[in-house]
Antibody, heavy 122, light 113 residues
Framework: QITLKESGPTLVKPTQTLTLTCSFS??????????VGWIRQPPGKALEWLAL???????RDSPSVRSRLTITKDTYKNQVVLTMTNMDPVDTGTYYC??????????????WGQGILVTVSS | DIVMTQSPDSLAVSLGERATINCKSS????????????LAWYQQKPGQPPKLLIY???TRQSGVPDRFSGSGSGTDFTLTISSLQAEDVAVYYC?????????FGGGTKVEIK
């Protein structure tokens, strides 16, 4: 059974750096084909994809946040960490991590964490 | 970039009636080498994370009721709820995973008439 859970601060100040951790079980990022993605959702708005990381350390990210974003994995701890610099109030929203994968082609997000609401405010 | 556009933004359907949601991609999401469309549908209820309903445009995820079906190919796709139930009230999103950057549609809110 695959589960994921996001953790981190729920309130950050503008210009600060956000660090979120996705802790997961039921799969391993040392296994070929496995991956984890981050998706966010401003209040009342649509989903926005942010980044992906795969078992082989292949990383993909959205051009809209590329310069501010870092995604890393800790295979031994079963965690993926998302870091976003220079936070702004427009970055307020619920941040989700989700299980995905990749073989020759990309895969859908089949399991999601519950999400963490991050508010950016002074 | 392959951008997704959904329509309508919202719809109200009577219980037991059919609900149809449309999704259009700015480029084809069909891989000719395996004849699969890299298009997924998700359901999001208030206060909950999205839930995968359909992948490869028409394959139901395990445990998803068969009143949910996906169709289409290339750039035009449809999610159909054949007989709307009260528990289907939610926002529905399509997503392309043909290539990065990944994009979701803007969502369609389904309500009871």
């Amino acid at each position: 059974q695959i589960t994921l859970k996001e953790s981190g601060p729920t309130l950050v100040k503008p210009t600060q750096t956000l660090t979120l951790t996705c802790s997961f079980s039921g799969f391993s990022l040392s296994t070929s084909g496995e991956g984890v993605g981050w998706i966010r959702q401003p209040p009342g708005k649509a989903l926005e994809w942010l980044a992906l990381i795969y078992w082989n350390d292949d990383k993909r990210d959205s051009p809209s946040v590329r310069s501010r974003l870092t995604i890393t994995k800790d295979t031994y701890k079963n965690q993926v960490v998302l870091t976003m610099t220079n936070m702004d109030p427009v970055d307020t929203g619920t941040y989700y991590c989700a299980h995905t994968g990749k073989q020759l082609w990309l895969k859908e997000f089949d399991y999601w964490g519950q999400g963490i609401l991050v508010t950016v405010s002074s | 970039d392959i951008v997704m556009t959904q329509s309508p933004d919202s719809l109200a359907v009577s219980l037991g009636e059919r609900a149809t949601i449309n999704c259009k991609s700015s480029q084809s999401v069909l891989y000719s080498s395996n004849n699969k469309n890299y298009l997924a549908w998700y359901q999001q209820k208030p206060g909950q994370p999205p839930k995968l309903l359909i992948y490869w445009a028409s394959t139901r995820q395990s445990g998803v009721p068969d009143r949910f079906s996906g169709s289409g190919s290339g750039t035009d796709f449809t999610l159909t709820i054949s007989s709307l139930q009260a528990e289907d009230v939610a926002v529905y999103y399509c997503q392309q995973y043909y290539s990065t950057p990944l994009f979701f549609g803007g969502g369609t809110k389904v309500e009871i008439k």
